[in-house]
């Protein structure tokens, strides 16, 4: 175990001196990679061996690649804040790495056997759970045990995809999808409820968050019980809790906002995003009711809330991880602009006058470059060491 403040030999290579650094960089390389190979695939109307996923593998990846590296890295990065306990670094921060790494690669090989694309694709989770259990439970910080479940269920929804793929279970690739996006977004509404207010509060001066408690007791468990019931027939139950739970998320939204924030990109991308959030749950509903197409609710929650908040949080805790100033340039702010605008085309898509295809390939070049430039910006930040001489 080292010291956290421990000053040591500045290295030209940090890559895995802490873990937002290789799961930061690998997921915002995923997300560039994954959805230029989604919009050629789709428009050729090809499907992708990968695994038996076929054209299932784009939910799969973005959700359990992407999505899941960007999770650990942050909590690997915050279970390290919140108890003072030295978290994965090093080389066994390396094999976890690798072992993401490779539950990406391997199914594009038909060679390889089923088994043991699925363990390696499911190990990965438990392992991130036993990473931040072990600290948290040293420094006896168990409120932040709530994460350890959450990932189980993670596990179990992964485990419903692979169960399919190899013939044990029928038709559980479809919930799997939806339970892995929906775990994200409770994520969200954990960790948003603790650092948007805190950020804004910190980063826009004059501002103070209203924080309404009826509302922060119970959205925890309002939102489990909706995680639960979309897994149910009950058509009228769905809507209900999705309505309640979007509702109190957009109270909730309210009581952070100011006016002040949009002087302040890394938080107005924070803001912007949770609304998308409240979107989801709102469009969800509707979907539930086929008033809406339930992919656009699916898109809300996932390129403007996850999309947006993955990209914002990484942002800001790539620069104060690193020991820089708390600022976002032109590029990371025509990065923010840039996914926004993919998330408004995308959740839109049956309502322009473009084609569908079209507005397909516009929402996904904006997404696309949006990351790019985030890689341009933090590539060289999350390989070379804090600029005050931490590690970290």
């Not at 479940?149 to 690739?173: R, S």
């Not at 929650?301 to 990484?314: D, N, P, R």
């Not at 898509?349 to 070049?365: A, E, F, K, Q, V």
């Amino acid at each position: 175990m080292i010291q956290l403040q421990e000053r040591r030999e500045p290295s030209p290579f940090s890559l895995f001196n802490l873990g937002f650094r290789p799961f930061f960089l690998a997921g915002a390389a995923s997300a560039v990679i994954l959805i230029t190979l989604w919009l050629v695939i789709y428009s050729q109307g090809y499907q992708p061996h990968y695994y038996d996923l076929a054209i299932t593998w784009h939910a799969h990846e973005m959700i359990f690649g992407f999505s899941i590296a960007i999770i650990a890295g942050f909590l690997l990065t915050a279970v390290r804040t919140w108890t003072n306990v030295q978290t994965l670094y090093s080389w066994p921060l390396a094999a976890l790495f690798l072992v993401w790494l490779l539950a990406r690669l391997l199914p594009a090989f038909e060679s390889i056997p089923k088994a043991v694309i699925a363990i390696t694709d499911l190990i990965f989770i438990p392992l991130v759970a036993i990473s931040i259990a072990w600290p948290i439970i040293k420094s006896k910080n168990y409120r932040n045990l709530l994460f350890v479940p959450i990932l189980f269920a993670f596990f179990i929804a992964n485990l419903l995809i692979h169960l399919n793929l190899m013939g044990i279970t029928e038709d559980t690739i479809a919930t799997g999808i939806q339970l892995g996006l929906f775990l994200i977004v409770m994520i969200i509404s954990i960790v948003g409820g603790r650092v948007i207010p805190f950020f804004t509060e910190k980063g826009v001066a004059g501002t103070q968050s209203r924080k309404f408690p009826i509302i922060e007791r119970s959205i925890i468990p309002m939102t489990a019980i909706w995680v639960i019931s979309t897994l149910t027939s009950y058509t009228e139950v769905i809507v209900f809790f999705s309505a309640l739970v979007g509702l109190m998320n957009l109270i909730r939204l309210g009581g952070w906002f100011s006016n002040k924030v949009f002087t302040v990109p890394l938080v107005w991308i924070l803001q912007l995003s949770y609304l998308f959030i409240t979107f989801g749950y709102l469009l969800y509903a509707l979907s539930t009711l086929n008033l809406v197409n339930q992919s656009i609710a699916y898109h809300a929650f996932a390129t403007g809330g996850i999309g947006g908040l993955t990209l914002g949080m990484m942002s800001r805790v790539s620069l104060g991880h690193t020991g820089r100033i708390l600022t976002a340039g032109p590029m990371i702010i025509s990065a923010f602009v840039l996914l926004m605008l993919s998330a408004v085309f995308r959740i839109s898509i049956d309502i322009l006058p473009l084609s569908y295809m079209s507005t397909l390939h516009i929402s996904g070049s904006l997404w696309v470059i949006a990351w790019i430039l985030f890689l341009l910006k933090y590539t060289t930040i999350l390989i070379k060491p804090r600029v005050d001489g931490i590690y970290g």
